[in-house]
């Protein structure tokens, strides 16, 4: 079995991921799912956070882990984990997944996927940017219900939806520096989501052809199948553990420099 590190997107923490990690460890696998600095129930003040910060809180608890883990970024999430990965290494971290997650090249931020996305025609949802009273942090959308849960049970919406908070915004204007000694040395999964209206699926799919990972798993379902669609997305996880992952054999250990 698998040790699984979970990192959540924007707006989150780490409750979203609660329905999932039970499910995970019922199968026999090790979860973690922490909140990142600022986020969930996390009081960092937004000031202090960085994605060097995420980035390096990750990789410390996968370094503590004891053996290597499966990082699992969602949405946002996916930065860091790929910078998580490259302070890690491949020594503590087995495979990237990311789940309908910003897979993003060298030297590119979160505002160059929205670049990416206007060179190639590809609509994404119109959000209503507004700033937090810090200056600091962006609110979620006032239609952030819809827009991430979707497909969920009134049950879950009434219960994730008083839990989405404010999001820093600093790390989405960092790009990230990523290396072919060690990023790219770490074999990665994607898992695309079809009826996404957050990160539509034409932007993913220009993530995946922009950096090709070893495999690809798809579901037609909302932003958010870790709390609409639990099952279906935790024989993914099966399957990316026990078959995607113990596959890499050269695949895996993709050169960055074919990645981008």
């Known amino acids: 079995m698998a040790t699984f590190l979970l990192v959540h997107g924007m707006f989150h923490g780490g409750w979203c991921w609660q329905p999932l990690k039970a499910r995970l460890e019922q199968d026999g696998h090790r979860v973690l799912a922490p909140d990142l600095a600022s986020c969930g129930a996390d009081c960092t003040p ?15 608890l996968a370094a503590d ?7 699992v970024g969602h949405s946002r999430g996916g930065l860091v984990v790929s910078q998580a990965a490259e302070v890690a290494g491949p020594e503590s971290v087995a495979g990237i997944v990311y789940l309908t997650a910003l897979m993003l090249p060298d030297g590119v931020s979160a505002v160059g996927l929205q670049q990416l996305m206007a060179e190639q ?20 959308p006032p239609d952030s219900e819809d827009l991430f849960f979707a497909e969920c049970t009134a049950e879950t919406r009434a219960w994730a939806a008083p839990q989405v908070k404010a999001e820093v915004m600093a790390p989405l204007a960092t790009p990230v520096s ?19 209206r957050t990160v539509p699926i034409a932007a993913q799919r220009a993530m995946i052809a922009q950096s090709p990972p070893i495999a690809v798993h798809s579901m037609a379902t909302d932003h958010s199948p870790q709390l609409s669609h639990v099952d279906a997305l935790a024989e993914i996880l099966n399957v990316v553990a026990i078959r995607d992952l113990a596959e890499r054999s ?10 981008q």
Do not use: C, F, H, Q
């Not at 202090?48 to 390096?56: N, P």
């Not at 882990?65 to 990082?71: D, F, H, N, S, T």
């Not at 050269?250 to 990645?259: D, K, M, P, Q």
């Open 46 to 60: 937004a000031s202090e956070v960085t994605l060097d910060r995420w980035a390096r809180d990750i990789a410390a």
């Open 65 to 71: 882990a004891g053996e290597p883990v499966i990082l």
């Open 121 to 140: 025609a590809i609509e994404g949802p119109s959000l209503e940017v507004r700033i937090d009273e810090d200056g600091l942090s962006m609110l979620p």
């Open 250 to 259: 050269g695949r895996g250990a993709r050169n960055l420099e074919n990645a």
């Open 178 to 196: 990523l290396s072919p000694d060690r990023y790219g040395r770490i074999p990665r999964v994607y898992i695309e989501t079809t009826k996404d």
